[in-house]
């Protein structure tokens, strides 16, 4: 991995905690990506970074767990930075921030949540759901509220969730062109990376069974290519 040789903050107004990390920097912080002194120097400059984010102490981090995990958010924030198609060398202010103060740590922290509750059942056979278990749950109340009054179903099915990215650019762009306000290309990408995990966890699902209580009978599914055309 190549680390970036000028400074990951570009802004000295999001890093408050230079002076209370520096000397633990200097003595416990290593790596095993940087080889130079300024590649070193870049790494702890986004360590400085990662420890004033907000959610630091919300998540039980510290400045020595980062320390010792350094290695863990480089190549995470690699890992972004491939999935958004972005330069990590020249991440703006904003998506450093959405990258190493959201993101990752809070992956990290659901992360380590797992991991707990995996080794609560490692002598126990099947480890019961942490996550899904509660969301499945909640979302049995839509099925009291809307779809038990629904007696036929249409589902459009799309061969690939992530084409959605398109789908709504094209409206956006449609918005910037007629003079009203329309997310940038950056901004579409953000939005939609969102709820994009939740098509991945259901779609398959839904265009197997249909929605919860679907009649097979009343049940059609349609399913269309990237440009909205339908797949005979």
């Not at 990590?88 to 992360?111: D, G, M, N, S």
């Not at 249909?210 to 349609?222: A, C, Y």
Request: aromatic share 12%.
């Amino acid at each position: 991995m190549q680390i970036t040789r000028c400074s990951w903050i570009q802004d000295s107004s999001m890093n408050q905690n230079q002076t209370s990390h520096t000397q633990w920097t200097k003595g416990r912080l290593h790596s095993a990506f940087p080889t130079t002194p300024a590649e070193v120097s870049s790494v702890e400059d986004l360590f400085e970074f990662i420890c004033s984010g907000p959610l630091i102490s919300k998540l039980g981090l510290s400045p020595e767990k980062i320390g010792d995990s350094i290695d863990k958010w480089l190549s995470y924030g690699l890992q972004l930075c491939q999935l958004f198609e972005l330069n990590q060398l020249y991440l703006t202010v904003p998506q450093k921030a959405r990258f190493y103060h959201y993101y990752i740590p809070v992956f990290l922290w659901c992360e380590e949540k797992i991991a707990n509750h995996v080794a609560q059942f490692k002598d126990k056979g099947d480890i019961p759901p942490l996550v899904l278990e509660i969301v499945n749950k909640n979302l049995e109340a839509y099925y009291d509220a809307w779809d038990k009054f629904v007696k036929a179903w249409v589902v459009i099915k799309i061969q690939d969730p992530s084409c959605v990215y398109q789908w709504r650019l094209q409206a956006e762009i449609a918005m910037r062109e007629a003079g009203k306000p329309g997310m940038t290309d950056e901004e579409v990408k953000d939005f939609v990376s969102r709820y994009l995990p939740a098509y991945n966890a259901y779609l398959p699902t839904l265009y197997t069974e249909g929605p919860s209580g679907s009649d097979p009978e009343n049940l059609l599914v349609i399913e269309i290519d990237e440009g909205r055309n339908p797949i005979l």
